[in-house]
Protein backbone atom coordinates (compact mmCIF):
# COMPACT_ATOMS: atom_id res chain seq x y z
CA UNK A 1 0.00 0.00 0.00
CA UNK A 2 1.91 3.20 -1.16
CA UNK A 3 1.05 6.97 -0.31
CA UNK A 4 1.21 9.03 -3.78
CA UNK A 5 1.99 12.56 -4.11
CA UNK A 6 0.87 14.37 -7.20
CA UNK A 7 1.44 17.42 -7.45
CA UNK A 8 3.74 18.66 -10.40
CA UNK A 9 3.64 22.35 -10.49
CA UNK A 10 3.71 22.06 -6.40
CA UNK A 11 7.15 22.03 -4.06
CA UNK A 12 6.10 19.18 -2.56
CA UNK A 13 8.98 18.92 -0.11
CA UNK A 14 7.17 20.38 2.97
CA UNK A 15 4.08 18.20 2.38
CA UNK A 16 6.65 15.25 2.39
CA UNK A 17 7.93 16.14 5.85
CA UNK A 18 5.02 16.73 7.70
CA UNK A 19 2.89 13.29 5.81
CA UNK A 20 6.53 11.43 6.97
CA UNK A 21 5.84 12.72 10.41
CA UNK A 22 2.26 11.82 11.03
CA UNK A 23 3.18 8.59 9.85
CA UNK A 24 6.25 7.66 9.57
CA UNK A 25 6.07 3.84 8.40
CA UNK A 26 4.46 5.31 5.61
CA UNK A 27 5.39 3.70 1.84
CA UNK A 28 5.66 7.53 0.53
CA UNK A 29 5.88 7.99 -3.29
CA UNK A 30 6.38 11.37 -5.40
CA UNK A 31 5.54 11.93 -8.66
CA UNK A 32 6.94 11.09 -11.14
CA UNK A 33 8.80 8.27 -9.13
CA UNK A 34 5.68 6.03 -8.85
CA UNK A 35 7.26 2.90 -8.65
CA UNK A 36 4.99 0.05 -9.26
CA UNK A 37 1.70 1.58 -9.84
CA UNK A 38 -0.17 -1.35 -8.54
CA UNK A 39 1.14 -0.69 -5.02
CA UNK A 40 -0.98 3.47 -5.34
CA UNK A 41 -3.92 3.07 -3.09
CA UNK A 42 -4.00 7.15 -1.92
CA UNK A 43 -3.37 9.61 -4.42
CA UNK A 44 -2.39 13.64 -2.70
CA UNK A 45 -3.29 15.53 -5.83
CA UNK A 46 -3.04 19.43 -7.00
CA UNK A 47 -3.39 19.88 -10.99
CA UNK A 48 -2.63 16.21 -11.61
CA UNK A 49 -2.17 15.74 -15.76
CA UNK A 50 -5.77 14.52 -16.53
CA UNK A 51 -5.57 10.73 -17.52
CA UNK A 52 -2.73 9.77 -14.97
CA UNK A 53 -4.70 8.37 -12.22
CA UNK A 54 -6.50 5.40 -14.01
CA UNK A 55 -2.51 4.25 -14.06
CA UNK A 56 -3.18 3.30 -10.63
CA UNK A 57 -5.25 0.31 -11.20
CA UNK A 58 -5.38 -0.64 -7.09
CA UNK A 59 -6.29 3.52 -6.53
CA UNK A 60 -9.00 3.56 -3.30
CA UNK A 61 -8.94 7.51 -2.58
CA UNK A 62 -8.09 10.66 -3.97
CA UNK A 63 -7.42 13.56 -1.66
CA UNK A 64 -7.38 17.08 -2.53
CA UNK A 65 -4.49 19.27 -1.44
CA UNK A 66 -6.55 21.89 -0.96
CA UNK A 67 -10.56 23.24 -0.11
CA UNK A 68 -11.54 22.98 -4.10
CA UNK A 69 -11.95 19.97 -5.89
CA UNK A 70 -12.58 21.52 -9.28
CA UNK A 71 -9.14 20.38 -10.73
CA UNK A 72 -9.85 16.66 -9.81
CA UNK A 73 -13.33 16.64 -11.31
CA UNK A 74 -12.51 18.13 -14.42
CA UNK A 75 -10.61 15.49 -15.25
CA UNK A 76 -12.69 13.37 -17.46
CA UNK A 77 -11.14 9.79 -17.21
CA UNK A 78 -10.97 10.25 -13.01
CA UNK A 79 -11.11 7.29 -11.32
CA UNK A 80 -14.69 6.22 -9.83
CA UNK A 81 -13.22 6.29 -6.57
CA UNK A 82 -13.96 8.22 -3.43
CA UNK A 83 -12.55 11.98 -3.42
CA UNK A 84 -11.61 13.67 0.17
CA UNK A 85 -10.76 17.21 0.33
CA UNK A 86 -8.96 19.95 2.82
CA UNK A 87 -11.10 21.15 5.53
CA UNK A 88 -9.41 23.24 8.06
CA UNK A 89 -9.96 25.63 10.32
CA UNK A 90 -6.49 27.60 10.07
CA UNK A 91 -8.00 27.85 5.87
CA UNK A 92 -11.10 29.47 7.00
CA UNK A 93 -9.48 32.12 9.26
CA UNK A 94 -6.74 33.17 6.01
CA UNK A 95 -9.62 33.87 4.06
CA UNK A 96 -11.47 35.71 6.77
CA UNK A 97 -8.46 37.80 7.31
CA UNK A 98 -8.18 38.37 3.17
CA UNK A 99 -11.70 39.14 3.17
CA UNK A 100 -11.77 41.58 6.06
CA UNK A 101 -8.20 43.35 4.59
CA UNK A 102 -10.32 43.62 1.09
CA UNK A 103 -13.27 45.36 2.40
CA UNK A 104 -11.51 47.52 4.99
CA UNK A 105 -8.58 48.44 2.56
CA UNK A 106 -12.04 50.00 0.27
CA UNK A 107 -13.58 50.90 2.54
CA UNK A 108 -11.06 53.26 4.81
CA UNK A 109 -9.75 54.28 0.83
CA UNK A 110 -6.63 53.29 1.23
CA UNK A 111 -6.16 52.77 -1.97
CA UNK A 112 -6.24 56.53 -2.79
CA UNK A 113 -4.65 57.02 0.60
CA UNK A 114 -1.44 55.31 -1.55
CA UNK A 115 -2.21 57.68 -4.51
CA UNK A 116 -2.16 60.69 -2.37
CA UNK A 117 1.10 59.51 -0.70
CA UNK A 118 2.90 59.17 -4.41
CA UNK A 119 2.16 63.62 -4.56
CA UNK A 120 3.02 64.05 -0.52
CA UNK A 121 -0.96 65.19 -0.79
CA UNK A 122 -2.66 65.48 2.73
CA UNK A 123 -6.44 64.43 1.93
CA UNK A 124 -8.63 63.79 4.80
CA UNK A 125 -11.80 61.74 3.95
CA UNK A 126 -14.98 60.78 5.72
CA UNK A 127 -14.84 57.15 6.16
CA UNK A 128 -17.96 54.73 6.00
CA UNK A 129 -19.43 52.87 8.99
CA UNK A 130 -19.66 49.50 8.83
CA UNK A 131 -23.36 49.55 9.56
CA UNK A 132 -23.90 50.98 6.35
CA UNK A 133 -21.83 48.71 4.10
CA UNK A 134 -23.97 45.28 3.29
CA UNK A 135 -21.76 42.48 2.65
CA UNK A 136 -22.89 39.86 0.40
CA UNK A 137 -21.49 35.94 0.44
CA UNK A 138 -21.69 33.68 -2.18
CA UNK A 139 -21.36 30.16 -0.56
CA UNK A 140 -21.96 29.58 3.17
CA UNK A 141 -19.56 26.92 3.88
CA UNK A 142 -16.76 25.95 5.64
CA UNK A 143 -15.35 29.17 4.33
CA UNK A 144 -18.30 31.71 3.82
CA UNK A 145 -19.46 30.79 7.79
CA UNK A 146 -16.58 32.15 8.94
CA UNK A 147 -16.21 35.37 7.10
CA UNK A 148 -19.79 35.54 7.73
CA UNK A 149 -19.53 35.61 11.25
CA UNK A 150 -16.47 37.94 11.00
CA UNK A 151 -18.27 41.06 9.24
CA UNK A 152 -21.28 40.44 11.79
CA UNK A 153 -19.08 40.81 14.58
CA UNK A 154 -17.89 43.77 13.46
CA UNK A 155 -21.32 45.07 13.25
CA UNK A 156 -21.62 44.98 9.00
CA UNK A 157 -24.93 43.70 7.84
CA UNK A 158 -24.45 40.33 6.66
CA UNK A 159 -26.15 38.64 3.73
CA UNK A 160 -25.08 35.34 3.01
CA UNK A 161 -26.17 32.79 -0.42
CA UNK A 162 -26.54 28.95 -0.42
CA UNK A 163 -27.96 26.06 -2.61
CA UNK A 164 -29.42 25.01 -0.01
CA UNK A 165 -31.15 26.84 2.97
CA UNK A 166 -29.09 27.96 6.20
CA UNK A 167 -29.59 29.53 9.51
CA UNK A 168 -26.57 31.41 10.85
CA UNK A 169 -26.83 33.61 13.94
CA UNK A 170 -27.11 37.58 12.95
CA UNK A 171 -26.41 36.53 8.87
CA UNK A 172 -29.78 37.35 6.50
CA UNK A 173 -29.71 34.07 4.35
CA UNK A 174 -31.10 33.16 0.99
CA UNK A 175 -30.59 30.11 -0.99
CA UNK A 176 -31.48 28.91 -4.55
CA UNK A 177 -32.22 30.71 -7.87
CA UNK A 178 -35.09 32.44 -6.50
CA UNK A 179 -33.61 33.81 -3.92
CA UNK A 180 -30.34 35.54 -6.27
CA UNK A 181 -31.76 38.83 -7.06
CA UNK A 182 -33.17 39.23 -3.24
CA UNK A 183 -29.65 38.43 -2.02
CA UNK A 184 -28.22 40.45 -4.46
CA UNK A 185 -29.88 44.08 -4.13
CA UNK A 186 -28.79 46.04 -1.13
CA UNK A 187 -25.30 44.80 -1.24
CA UNK A 188 -22.32 47.12 -0.93
CA UNK A 189 -19.50 44.36 -1.55
CA UNK A 190 -20.20 40.86 -3.44
CA UNK A 191 -18.20 38.14 -2.13
CA UNK A 192 -17.54 35.07 -4.02
CA UNK A 193 -16.57 32.15 -1.99
CA UNK A 194 -18.55 29.28 -4.14
CA UNK A 195 -17.04 26.05 -5.71
CA UNK A 196 -16.74 25.60 -9.22
CA UNK A 197 -19.47 23.53 -10.51
CA UNK A 198 -21.20 23.35 -13.86
CA UNK A 199 -23.89 25.88 -12.10
CA UNK A 200 -21.20 28.33 -10.46
CA UNK A 201 -19.15 28.98 -13.66
CA UNK A 202 -19.62 32.40 -14.87
CA UNK A 203 -21.99 33.75 -12.50
CA UNK A 204 -19.86 36.57 -11.86
CA UNK A 205 -21.34 38.25 -15.26
CA UNK A 206 -23.07 41.56 -16.37
CA UNK A 207 -26.82 40.24 -15.15
CA UNK A 208 -25.27 39.01 -11.82
CA UNK A 209 -23.69 42.90 -11.45
CA UNK A 210 -26.75 44.29 -12.82
CA UNK A 211 -28.72 43.14 -9.93
CA UNK A 212 -26.28 44.92 -7.76
CA UNK A 213 -26.84 48.80 -6.56
CA UNK A 214 -24.79 51.06 -8.69
CA UNK A 215 -21.19 51.51 -7.43
CA UNK A 216 -20.33 47.49 -5.82
CA UNK A 217 -17.08 46.17 -5.37
CA UNK A 218 -16.39 43.24 -6.22
CA UNK A 219 -13.75 40.52 -4.08
CA UNK A 220 -13.20 37.03 -5.61
CA UNK A 221 -11.36 34.48 -4.04
CA UNK A 222 -12.89 31.27 -5.56
CA UNK A 223 -11.89 30.53 -8.84
CA UNK A 224 -11.34 32.45 -11.83
CA UNK A 225 -13.89 30.60 -14.09
CA UNK A 226 -16.40 32.36 -11.84
CA UNK A 227 -15.92 35.63 -13.64
CA UNK A 228 -16.27 36.69 -17.17
CA UNK A 229 -13.61 38.79 -17.11
CA UNK A 230 -14.94 41.07 -19.98
CA UNK A 231 -17.86 41.56 -18.24
CA UNK A 232 -16.21 42.98 -15.20
CA UNK A 233 -14.14 45.60 -17.75
CA UNK A 234 -17.69 46.63 -18.91
CA UNK A 235 -19.28 46.88 -15.28
CA UNK A 236 -15.90 49.30 -14.33
CA UNK A 237 -16.20 51.22 -17.32
CA UNK A 238 -19.67 51.78 -16.76
CA UNK A 239 -19.91 52.20 -13.04
CA UNK A 240 -21.81 49.46 -11.86
CA UNK A 241 -19.07 48.32 -10.00
CA UNK A 242 -16.70 50.64 -8.34
CA UNK A 243 -13.56 47.83 -8.20
CA UNK A 244 -12.64 44.62 -7.46
CA UNK A 245 -10.16 43.13 -5.34
CA UNK A 246 -9.14 39.45 -7.07
CA UNK A 247 -7.20 36.76 -6.05
CA UNK A 248 -8.16 34.32 -8.85
CA UNK A 249 -8.21 34.08 -12.71
CA UNK A 250 -8.97 32.03 -15.61
CA UNK A 251 -5.05 31.76 -16.28
CA UNK A 252 -2.59 31.86 -13.54
CA UNK A 253 -0.16 33.66 -13.26
CA UNK A 254 -2.04 36.09 -14.76
CA UNK A 255 -0.28 37.01 -18.07
CA UNK A 256 1.42 40.88 -18.25
CA UNK A 257 -0.53 41.68 -21.02
CA UNK A 258 -3.98 41.08 -19.33
CA UNK A 259 -6.08 43.85 -19.42
CA UNK A 260 -6.62 43.42 -15.51
CA UNK A 261 -3.02 44.64 -14.66
CA UNK A 262 -3.59 47.96 -16.34
CA UNK A 263 -7.06 49.14 -14.30
CA UNK A 264 -6.02 50.54 -10.91
CA UNK A 265 -9.66 49.74 -9.72
CA UNK A 266 -8.68 46.33 -9.57
CA UNK A 267 -6.35 44.78 -6.56
CA UNK A 268 -4.99 41.96 -7.85
CA UNK A 269 -2.96 38.65 -5.56
CA UNK A 270 -1.26 35.40 -6.49
CA UNK A 271 -4.02 33.33 -5.35
CA UNK A 272 -2.84 33.69 -1.73
CA UNK A 273 -6.14 34.26 0.18
CA UNK A 274 -5.79 30.96 2.00
CA UNK A 275 -3.00 28.64 1.19
CA UNK A 276 -3.02 24.93 2.63
CA UNK A 277 -0.65 24.94 5.50
CA UNK A 278 0.85 21.00 5.06
CA UNK A 279 1.48 21.33 8.90
CA UNK A 280 -2.06 22.33 9.53
CA UNK A 281 -3.82 19.46 7.51
CA UNK A 282 -1.41 16.62 6.98
CA UNK A 283 -2.61 14.97 9.97
CA UNK A 284 -5.95 14.72 9.08
CA UNK A 285 -5.25 13.50 5.26
CA UNK A 286 -3.02 10.93 6.57
CA UNK A 287 -6.35 9.87 9.25
CA UNK A 288 -8.01 9.44 6.17
CA UNK A 289 -5.68 7.24 4.52
CA UNK A 290 -5.54 4.95 7.87
CA UNK A 291 -9.43 5.23 7.55
CA UNK A 292 -9.11 3.98 3.92
CA UNK A 293 -7.30 1.17 4.88
CA UNK A 294 -9.32 0.25 7.99
CA UNK A 295 -12.22 0.15 5.32
CA UNK A 296 -13.67 3.17 8.01
CA UNK A 297 -15.79 6.01 6.83
CA UNK A 298 -13.60 8.74 5.44
CA UNK A 299 -13.81 12.69 6.47
CA UNK A 300 -14.54 15.36 4.28
CA UNK A 301 -16.01 13.62 1.20
CA UNK A 302 -16.95 15.02 -1.78
CA UNK A 303 -20.37 14.32 -3.70
CA UNK A 304 -18.89 13.99 -7.42
CA UNK A 305 -23.15 14.37 -8.09
CA UNK A 306 -23.10 17.79 -6.87
CA UNK A 307 -19.17 18.71 -7.65
CA UNK A 308 -18.16 20.01 -4.30
P1 LIG B 1 -17.86 24.35 0.95
O1 LIG B 1 -17.69 24.16 2.41
O2 LIG B 1 -18.16 23.16 0.11
O3 LIG B 1 -19.02 25.44 0.75
C1 LIG B 1 -19.55 25.74 -0.50
C2 LIG B 1 -20.75 26.65 -0.33
O4 LIG B 1 -21.20 27.04 -1.64
C3 LIG B 1 -21.94 25.95 0.34
O5 LIG B 1 -22.58 26.85 1.20
C4 LIG B 1 -22.84 25.60 -0.84
O6 LIG B 1 -24.22 25.54 -0.54
C5 LIG B 1 -22.59 26.78 -1.75
N1 LIG B 1 -22.96 26.45 -3.13
C6 LIG B 1 -22.48 25.47 -3.93
N2 LIG B 1 -23.10 25.48 -5.12
C7 LIG B 1 -24.00 26.48 -5.08
C8 LIG B 1 -24.97 26.98 -5.98
N3 LIG B 1 -25.15 26.43 -7.21
N4 LIG B 1 -25.75 28.02 -5.59
C9 LIG B 1 -25.59 28.57 -4.36
N5 LIG B 1 -24.69 28.15 -3.44
C10 LIG B 1 -23.92 27.12 -3.80
O7 LIG B 1 -16.57 25.05 0.29
P2 LIG B 1 -15.45 25.92 1.05
O8 LIG B 1 -14.55 25.01 1.80
O9 LIG B 1 -16.12 27.02 1.77
O10 LIG B 1 -14.63 26.49 -0.22
C11 LIG B 1 -15.25 27.25 -1.24
C12 LIG B 1 -14.29 27.44 -2.41
O11 LIG B 1 -13.30 28.38 -2.08
C13 LIG B 1 -13.48 26.21 -2.82
O12 LIG B 1 -14.25 25.33 -3.62
C14 LIG B 1 -12.33 26.81 -3.57
O13 LIG B 1 -12.63 26.91 -4.96
C15 LIG B 1 -12.21 28.23 -2.99
N6 LIG B 1 -10.94 28.41 -2.26
C16 LIG B 1 -10.07 29.38 -2.68
C17 LIG B 1 -8.88 29.57 -1.99
C18 LIG B 1 -7.90 30.63 -2.40
O14 LIG B 1 -6.79 30.69 -1.87
N7 LIG B 1 -8.24 31.52 -3.30
C19 LIG B 1 -8.58 28.79 -0.87
C20 LIG B 1 -9.49 27.84 -0.47
C21 LIG B 1 -10.67 27.65 -1.17
P3 LIG B 1 -24.81 24.44 0.49
O15 LIG B 1 -24.32 24.90 1.86
O16 LIG B 1 -26.26 24.56 0.34
O17 LIG B 1 -24.23 23.12 0.07
C1 LIG C 1 -7.16 26.80 -3.03
O1 LIG C 1 -7.44 27.45 -3.97
C2 LIG C 1 -7.93 25.71 -2.52
O2 LIG C 1 -8.88 25.26 -3.17
O3 LIG C 1 -7.62 25.24 -1.40
Not at 6 to 29: F, G, N, V
Not at 30 to 48: E, N
Not at 182 to 202: A, E, H, K
Request: neutral net charge; contains cysteine.
Amino acid sequence: MAFLILAPSSRTSAWEKEIRKAEPDLDLRVWPDTGDPDDVTFALCWKHPPGVLNRFSNLKCIASMGAGVDHLLQDPALPEVPIVRVVDPSMARSMTEYLLMAVLFRMRQLDRYWQDRLQRTWHPRVPEQAASVRIGIMGLGQLGSDAAQAFFSLRFPVSAWSRTPKTAEGIDTFCGEADFAPFLSGLRVLICLLPLTDRTRGILNRHTFEMLPDGAYLVNSARGEHLVEEDLIAALDSGKLSGACLDVFHTEPLPREHPFWGRPEITITPHISSLTNPKAVCPGIVDNYRRMKSGLPLRHLVDRQRGY
